[in-house]
């Protein structure tokens, strides 16, 4: 109970009246601004259908990460070799070698297959080895300012990258690993596509880069026939990308024109011949020596689907078919293929 | 605004005036036991085992490929029937590519065997009795507008011999024959005979029609998917293979070889087909059996050939009437010779020819 | 320097040291960062887990001898943990202490002893009792495994939530993976945030009214050869000592020697130097080692502990007269009523795994009995193949050790056969292939045995628009599923998917077995 001594005496004038009068409309005349002025109008909150307060994420567009060659050099490269790094430098040689790619100064993403928790001998994954091989010479030959891997696998991202074999391989090598999470993904606009046209992909890792490299294995796939390049891109789709298996051939076709990487190197060290994609048993794997390496995804997997999974040619996944039709690439790799053995 | 704090005001402030040498010393040992705890857990780190977190391949390989399991074929689409389903008829030993789409079994396969053969075919049966019969397989097959019936014979005979042999009697002077890969085989009027290794096939339809004999010959390319015989070719097919002789020309004769009932089992292949001329070949059971087959033959020649030459393994023979000659010679156990020659110089180039390409008695 | 080498600083930097070792376990329960770190030692030094469980068990498992040390501190030093050791313990004081804006005489009144601090002896023996008859609820309120489990579910998802924001990866709980979610955090947090916001109005509520091991420590600490000593020849009964008496221990009169946690504050609040903390001298001063646990207590929590065990256990959810199919318990765990003798409900496993496919249950899959226990939960996450961090962090066995060798069934375990989790079935009224024509397949593309577990009828069929589709019907092996559940979590039906895992098949319970013959694997029993 206060004391009518403490209380402030309250002169009421006019001063008092208009300061109340202004104190009301300004906050009145703001609320009302706020929710009633047209919404093109600038600080306008108003909504009236509900269509201002959907959420427009955040979008972006791939750059063409390819490089022009000079004419005359084959577009795809074979290379046969009892060891990894001399396979590696025949298949690039052959088109050209890798300095013709890769600049120095250059960012690079390494897109491997992670997808799963085997181990390398089974063949499911991409090789480490290869890995490792790979980016120091990408450090040292081409002096690549930074060379990144990332990879948005089905299974526990850091259990992949363990077990396989790869983390341990790309950090010695010099390398840095991405792994996803939550906020590391955005749409991604790809004109063209029949079903990835806006689709959240794996950003984080793709920001600063300036040259993409995918490395896959050569696995059979029970859905979609074989797994290889092309597919390989799919570690890269966020969002409910099981849905996508309703048209396989399809999504595939999409990929091959939803990135352009500077180069795909597809390892044919280990060959999954059968229970792909995951595989599991070493009796599945088929110990080779080739690596293929080149621009042309389409026809790349054409050859691979041919000669290193033996499989008919008359019998060729669908999607390569839909992949030239949309442009990724083209099947026939006459006069565009070297072998060096 | 009510004048009250948000956190703790006081100071710390201590009553007490002096502290033990007890109190120091045991500050000192717990802080450093405190030391030694942080450091034993920081040295924890690495005493694991990776592997425990992870299967081996000596494990995996182990294991590797004990499983096998069975994958069903393929279903491609087929519209279903609604009397019945073409996909419920076994077709026993017919390959699956003579059902389709347009032409279903009409009814289940029956078989019959060399007892109940007779119950098929009446009278023919003695003719492929004659010849190794051993399976008849028989189907008929309907067209989608079930106004079209062929109805397939598929004889096993056993053996080429056998199948052959059949062929040949089927065969007409006029007959035109042809070969589809392993498949010999001419048309009739209402449909085909045939033969593939060791099986003989007679298809004909309900009637003459453009549809029914382009199903025959697709039959007959189906037919090329039927299995080999076991057993090893027949020596005497082979051999007149290897002289270039088409099999379309190649026939084996069981028995009344030259209209004699002692003479069985030869091997008649037509060199040329413009000309009448034929080589034969026969393996008997020893020399001595090959020598007595060729005086016998040559016994009874003589009513209508005229000897020419002859010495203990050959003998070369003219017809009275006909002009043609008629050789005849022993190899080891193999009695060998031509039919219907239009000279002798031909006779003896044949005799030669088929001479050097009889197997070696001493290699078998 | 003198008067920091005081026996309260020390105090205060041996709690700093072991919140910061239980944090430091927190931070290392995830499967790139566990490495040979003893990530389960503040449970496995728990006297009170060590206790009931070898009760309820009859054994002691694995590193649960190691409380044999905090026995030894407590029947020497007294409750030297609950105010040294226990991270609880410094989280309650600290927020009691962050918030205190009360005068001198308002704080001693808040520490002069209060009857309600015997509830935590009747809370004891209820424990105990329930536990020796064959069912843990320790984890429920022991201080430890609640404050793993609150940071573990639900402290973690506010770090989580705050962390998004930053790219700190090394800071973050689980890096490398979408946000974490944990069903039932919202109690598991409250319960946690409610304890440690009652510091404000009542200090140590929970160490002093709740604490069950503090109880026990409690009972232990009747014959310690050091305890706070009062001379008498020097005090002035003036009370001061009660201004930060930590336990309510009455160090102003008779020393209950039960109640007091060796906070020390109480020595350095005296002016006359009359408290020390020494082997008692010759002439002691009064003091009351045995709480006031009356008979009637004794008996009202012995037949609530007896009556309490059969009301749990009749729902039949634990065992197979009702179970539950979304009981599926981790790798290597023991069967169900084993595993409630020895689960405390401490989430490690829930922290470490990399999938976030454990969830701490609610009510529907076990009841009560079976609150907070780690069950799969496969439309967050799938059992990763080669990882069995689950079974390596439990400190009380109820999921047994295993290696991944063990848990998949090679090597000298080919015998056994892998462990199963439970087995998958194919919904065909929701699968897409069977019910609606459409080509999918995810199921067996994901499953990760060799030879796969499903297998399909392939088929060409016109479908109602006219198109020639191949269909690939997915279809179980039972013999070969383990149960990882990944065909559930990566099924495009997303709400209730086509291809789902339950519990039956499992391979910890010989009466929860679904085939009569494993025919890949004829000597699997």
């Not at chain 2, 279903?75 to 009397?83: C, G, H, I, S």
């Not at chain 3, 887990?49 to 001898?65: D, E, N, P």
């Not at chain 3, 179980?476 to 997303?494: F, N, S, W």
Request: aromatic share 10%; net charge positive.
């Amino acid at each position: 109970m206060k004391n009518n001594d403490d209380v402030r005496p309250n002169k009421f004038n006019r001063r008092e009246f208009l300061k109340r009068v202004a104190f009301a409309s300004t906050i009145c005349g703001g609320a009302t601004y706020l929710a009633w002025a047209p919404e093109d109008y600038p600080f306008s909150l108003k909504d009236f259908t509900g269509a201002r307060s959907i959420p427009e994420p955040q979008q972006f567009t791939l750059p063409d990460y390819r490089v022009t060659l000079p004419t005359g050099i084959p577009e795809i490269g074979i290379g046969r070799d009892k060891t990894t790094s001399g396979r590696l430098t025949k298949a690039l040689d052959a088109i050209g070698g890798i300095t013709q790619f890769v600049q120095p100064g250059d960012v690079v993403l390494l897109k491997p297959n992670v997808a799963f928790d085997r181990s390398p001998e089974l063949g499911a994954t991409t090789s480490p080895e290869l890995l490792e091989v790979l980016i120091r010479r990408l450090l040292i030959d081409c002096r690549a300012q930074e060379v990144r891997v990332a990879d948005n696998p089905i299974e526990s991202p850091a259990d992949c990258f363990v077990k396989t074999g790869i983390k341990k391989a790309v950090e010695k090598a010099g390398g840095r690993i991405n792994l996803p999470d939550g906020n590391a993904f955005r749409i991604l606009q790809t004109p063209g596509a029949e079903l990835i046209r806006s689709w959240p992909c794996f950003y984080r890792p793709l920001i600063g880069v300036t040259k993409v490299i995918g490395v896959a294995p050569v696995k059979d796939h029970n859905l979609c026939g074989a797994s290889m390049g092309i597919k390989n891109w799919y570690g890269l789709l966020g969002g409910q990308r099981n849905q996508f298996h309703q048209d396989i051939h399809t999504i595939i076709a999409d990929l091959s024109i939803m990135i352009k990487p500077t180069l795909t190197i597809l390892d044919g060290s280990k060959i999954l011949m059968r229970n792909g994609p995951t595989g599991g048993d070493p009796a599945y794997v088929k110990p080779w020596d080739v690596i293929v390496a080149g621009t042309d995804q389409v026809a790349m997997d054409a050859w691979a689907f041919v000669n290193l999974l033996q499989r008919d040619e008359s019998k060729l996944p669908q999607y390569l078919y839909l992949a030239e039709k949309k442009g990724g690439g083209k099947i026939d790799a006459s006069n565009r293929i070297l072998e060096v053995s | 605004m009510p004048n009250v704090r948000l956190f703790n005001p006081r100071r710390r402030r201590i009553n007490r005036q002096h502290i033990t040498r007890y109190e120091i010393a045991s500050s000192l040992i717990i802080l450093l036991s405190l030391a030694g705890i942080v450091l034993w857990v920081a040295t924890r780190k690495n005493l694991y085992d990776p592997a425990h977190q992870d299967v081996s391949l000596e494990a995996l390989k182990q294991v590797s490929s004990s499983i096998v399991l069975y994958q069903r074929p393929f279903k491609p689409w087929q519209l279903a029937d609604k009397a019945n389903s073409s996909q419920n008829i076994d077709l026993g030993i017919f390959p699956d590519s003579v059902a389709s789409d347009r032409w279903r079994p009409k009814s289940r396969i029956k078989t019959f065997d060399p007892q109940n053969l007779y119950v098929k075919i009446n009278g023919e049966a003695e003719r492929f009795l004659r010849h190794d019969f051993k399976q008849l397989s028989f189907l008929v097959l309907q067209s989608s507008d079930q106004i079209e019936e062929i109805s397939i014979e598929l004889y096993n005979q056993g053996s080429i011999a056998g199948s052959s042999g059949i062929f040949a009697e089927h065969r007409s002077p006029e007959s035109r024959v042809e070969q589809d890969g392993p498949n010999t085989y001419f048309e009739s009027s209402i449909g085909l005979i045939g033969r593939k290794d060791h099986f003989f096939y007679r298809i004909a339809g309900n009637r003459s029609s453009e549809s029914i004999r382009k199903k025959s010959r697709q039959l007959v390319q189906s037919f090329s998917e039927l299995p080999a015989p076991e057993s090893n070719v027949a020596f005497g097919y082979q051999l007149l293979q290897e002289l270039n002789i088409k099999p379309t020309e190649i026939r084996h004769q069981a028995v009344n070889v030259f209209q004699y009932d002692f003479v069985k089992d030869f091997w008649f292949g037509k060199p040329d087909t413009a000309y009448q001329t034929e080589v034969f070949v026969h393996r008997a059971e020893t020399k001595d059996s090959a020598l007595q087959l060729l005086t016998q033959i040559l016994e009874e020649h003589q009513y209508e050939y005229q000897i020419t030459r002859r010495t203990e393994n050959l003998a070369l023979l003219q017809h009275n009437f006909l002009k043609s000659y008629f050789i005849i010679a022993i190899q080891d156990s193999f009695v060998f010779g031509a039919d219907k020659t239009p000279d002798q110089k031909t006779s003896f180039q044949l005799l030669e020819m088929i001479g050097r390409a009889l197997p070696n008695e001493k290699q078998r | 320097m003198k008067t920091l080498l005081r026996l309260t600083n020390i105090r205060i930097i041996s709690q700093v040291v072991f919140l910061g070792l239980f944090l430091f376990t927190v931070w290392a329960s995830w499967t790139t960062r566990i490495q040979g770190y003893p990530v389960s030692r503040f449970l496995e030094i728990d006297l009170l887990v060590a206790l009931s469980t070898t009760l309820s068990t009859g054994h002691i498992y694995r590193f649960l001898g190691w409380s044999i040390l905090l026995l030894l501190l407590t029947v020497l030093f007294g409750r030297v943990f609950c105010n040294w050791m226990c991270p609880l313990g410094t989280l309650h004081q600290f927020s009691g202490w962050l918030f205190n804006i009360r005068s001198v005489k308002e704080r001693q009144d808040q520490n002069r002893y209060q009857p309600r601090q015997v509830i935590k002896y009747s809370i004891l023996i209820i424990l105990l009792i329930i536990a020796a008859f064959g069912t843990v609820q320790v984890g429920l309120l022991d201080p430890i495994a609640l404050l793993h489990r609150s940071v573990a579910t639900g402290i973690s998802v506010i770090w989580d939530f705050v962390m998004s924001v930053t790219s700190f990866t090394h800071l973050q709980l689980a890096p490398g993976t979408t946000e974490r979610i944990f069903t039932g955090s919202f109690w598991i947090g409250l319960v946690f945030v409610s304890i440690i916001v009652l510091n404000i109005w009542h200090p140590r509520f929970f160490c002093r009214t709740l604490c069950p091991l503090g109880a026990l420590l409690g009972l232990l600490s009747v014959f310690p050869l050091f305890r706070i000593h009062r001379d008498m020849k020097l005090c002035t009964d003036c009370d001061l000592c009660l201004t930060r008496c930590e336990g309510a221990s009455s160090p102003e009169g008779s020393l209950r020697l039960s109640e007091c946690i060796v906070c020390m504050n109480c020595i350095d609040d005296c002016p006359e130097n009359a408290l020390s903390f020494s082997l008692p001298p010759h002439v002691s001063t009064p003091v009351s080692p045995v709480p006031d646990i009356t008979r009637r207590h004794f008996v009202f929590a012995g037949l609530i502990g007896l009556i309490g065990f059969p009301l749990i256990r009749s729902n039949g959810k634990s065992n197979d007269a009702n179970y539950s199919p979304l009981m599926i318990r981790p790798p290597g765990s023991v069967a169900e009523t084993e595993f409630l003798k020895k689960c405390i409900k401490c989430a490690q496993c829930i922290r470490v795994c990399p999938t976030n496919v454990l969830q701490p249950t609610g009510l529907q899959e076990g009841g009560i009995e079976a609150l907070w226990t780690p069950v799969l939960n496969f439309n967050v996450g799938h059992c990763q193949q080669k990882c069995s961090l689950c079974s390596y962090v439990c400190p009380t066995g109820a999921i047994r050790e295993i290696s991944v060798t063990e848990k998949l069934g090679f090597g000298k375990f080919k015998q056994h056969g892998p462990i199963r989790l439970g087995t998958a079935f194919i919904n065909r009224s929701r699968c897409l292939p069977w019910a609606n024509e459409i080509p999918c397949i995810v199921c067996q593309e994901v499953c990760p045995i060799a030879p796969k577990a499903i297998q399909t009828y392939d088929e060409e069929v016109k479908d109602t628009f006219g198109n020639l589709v191949v269909l690939n019907k997915p279809f179980i092996i039972p013999d070969l599923c383990t149960g990882c559940g990944i065909c559930q979590k990566e099924c495009p039906v997303t709400d209730q998917p086509a291809a789902y895992v339950t519990a039956v098949g499992e391979s910890r319970s010989q009466e929860r077995r679904l085939l009569l013959r494993y025919r890949t694997n004829p000597e699997e029993s």
